[in-house]
């Protein structure tokens, strides 16, 4: 593992060392900082997608989702 350091105010750190029996700050903030970079590399990656199929010239209406579910409906 690596180590991140980062700074807070003194009334946050206080309040940090006052709870440490109750809360595993270390771990709290791995968590944090792991779903915040999945959020963001699936935000890129819904970017990218939307990208790509805006490259990708299909003509499509309200209906033609419609009418193709009906058909994938009709041919069970």
Do not use: G, Q
Request: net charge positive; hydrophobic share 40%; proline share 1%.
């Amino acid at each position: 593992m690596s180590v991140v350091s980062i700074k807070v105010r003194r009334d946050v750190k206080e309040k940090i060392l006052k709870y440490k029996d109750k809360v595993n700050w270390a771990e709290e903030i791995r968590r944090f900082i792991e779903v915040k970079l999945r959020e963001i590399e699936a935000e890129e990656n819904m970017r990218r997608v939307i990208e790509a199929l805006s490259k990708l010239e299909i003509k499509a209406t309200p209906r033609s989702s419609v009418e193709l579910v009906r058909e994938d409906r009709e041919s069970h």
